[in-house]
Structure formats: structure tokens, C-alpha cells
């Protein structure tokens, strides 16, 4: 199992992003995958998780409504669209994948930095 988080940057308030998370040795079918982040100084915490079944999704309170997950699954990616970004997102996001959303397996992290 392999992921591959990309798409960070610098973004001033309000910008938006748009995270992929490319993934392989297994298919959506099988695992969920999730972004969390970690802000420095802070605790790593869940954003977003997409069902592996029935496209079931999960927003952290703080986003919802900002940011979309979406799956696209001929070509093994799973994007976080971001929108309306607050100094308070700036963090290094990371996608993971397991069963109901647990993260068993993790990629390397992406830079957010949401600052003017």
C-alpha cells in the first residue's frame, strides 16, 4: 500500500487548494481514505474521510461546508477541495487509508500555508 499526498502551497485567506492523494496496492472498494493535519505545536487531527463502500463522507465541524472530498477511482486518487482557507488551515495535510476511516497506512504530507 502506497499513498502520495501533493497539491500544497501558500494560499492567501480565502484562496483555495485542491489536495490529490494518489494511492495504490489497493482499490476504494476496499479501505477508505482520509486527510488529517497537523498544525505546528498541535495534535494531528482528522478533516475529511470518504467511505470505501458507499461513498460515505466525513467533515471535521471546522470545515464543513470549505472543503469537499472526492474520489476518483480509475485513476486511484482522492482529492480535498479547499476553499475559503483561514490562517487557522494552515498545517501539513496527510491522506491515509483503512478500514471505516481508521488510518493504518500514511503518505508524506503536503505544506498548507494559508497566510497573506
Known amino acids: 500500500v502506497q499513498l502520495q499526498a501533493s497539491g500544497g502551497g501558500l494560499v492567501q485567506p480565502g484562496g483555495s487548494l485542491r489536495l490529490s492523494c494518489a494511492f495504490s496496492?489497493?482499490?476504494?472498494?476496499?479501505?477508505?481514505i482520509s486527510w488529517f493535519r497537523q498544525a505546528p505545536g498541535k495534535e494531528r487531527e482528522g478533516v475529511s474521510c470518504i467511505g470505501s463502500s458507499d461513498d460515505t463522507t466525513y467533515y471535521k465541524d471546522s470545515v464543513k461546508g470549505r472543503f469537499t472530498i472526492s474520489s476518483d477511482s480509475a485513476n486511484s486518487t482522492v482529492y480535498l477541495q479547499m476553499n475559503s482557507l483561514k490562517p487557522d488551515d494552515t498545517a501539513v495535510y496527510y491522506c491515509a487509508a483503512g478500514p471505516r476511516c481508521l488510518p493504518v497506512y500514511w503518505g508524506h504530507g503536503t505544506q498548507v500555508t494559508v497566510s497573506s
Open positions: 496496492g489497493f482499490t476504494l472498494d476496499y479501505y477508505a
